[in-house]
Antibody
Framework: EVQLVESGGVVVQPGGSLRLSCAAS????????MHWVRQAPGKGLEWVSL????????YYADSVKGRFTISRDNSKNSLYLQMNSLRTEDTALYYC?????????????WGQGTLVTVSS | AIRMTQSPSSLSASTGDRVTITCRAS??????LAWYQQKPGKAPKLLIY???TLQSGVPSRFSGSGSGTDFTLTISCLQSEDFATYYC?????????FGQGTKVEIK
């Protein structure tokens, strides 16, 4: 059974930093592209970032480019999102999502999310 | 980025009704479209990909159609467990974008 478990969400002040983690199990992690998708409270879904199966390629939404860094450790079946220079508009539930394959671009499994609140 | 627009934003329907949700892309995306269902407090669930291919385990009352810029999600006979919010998503080009969602409520 595929499982994705996010962690690391907390309350942080504007300008602060945070690192989210996603622990994956139930599939061959290094065969798949992985994504982060977020959802602000009461709002819709926003794709944030993706990383290729080998970590060699990364992409970011314009809203986070230059501030967030996605990475993965295939030896630990783990996905990460380093978030710097946080803004109030980054407040959201952050989901880790598995790509259908190596860059299909849609998401067949999602975690339950970890909540990031940026507030002073 | 490609803009995805869903209509309606919300609808009220009864169990047994046929429901259709529309998604329009701001430019052609071929069939690179997925549909998701999200229930309150839960993660989204993949229903359909490639505009019309049903994800494994999804009931056959769900169907998708369309290509280019105009797409539809149809629920042929609404069940109580189908009351949720539905999102379309294009994966034709980076960066991947979602529609704003359609909330299906009980009439």
């Amino acid at each position: 059974e595929v499982q994705l478990v996010e962690s690391g969400g907390v309350v942080v002040q504007p300008g602060g930093s945070l690192r989210l983690s996603c622990a994956a199990s139930g599939f061959t992690f290094d065969d798949y592209t992985m994504h982060w998708v977020r959802q602000a409270p009461g709002k819709g879904l926003e794709w944030v970032s993706l990383i290729s199966w080998d970590g060699g390629s990364t992409y970011y939404a314009d809203s986070v480019k230059g501030r967030f860094t996605i990475s993965r450790d295939n030896s630990k079946n783990s996905l990460y999102l380093q978030m710097n220079s946080l803004r109030t508009e980054d407040t959201a539930l952050y989901y880790c999502a598995k790509d259908r394959g190596r860059g299909y671009g849609y998401f067949d499994y999602w975690g339950q999310g970890t909540l990031v609140t940026v507030s002073s | 980025a490609i803009r995805m627009t869903q209509s309606p934003s919300s609808l009220s329907a009864s169990t047994g009704d046929r429901v259709t949700i529309t998604c329009r892309a701001s430019q052609g995306i071929s069939s690179y479209l997925a549909w998701y269902q999200q229930k309150p407090g839960k993660a989204p669930k993949l229903l359909i990909y490639a505009a019309s291919t049903l994800q494994s385990g999804v009931p056959s009352r769900f169907s998708g159609s369309g290509s280019g810029t105009d797409f539809t999600l149809t629920i042929s006979c609404l069940q109580s467990e189908d009351f949720a919010t539905y999102y379309c998503q294009q994966y034709y080009s980076y960066s991947w974008t979602f529609g704003q969602g359609t909330k299906v409520e009980i009439k």
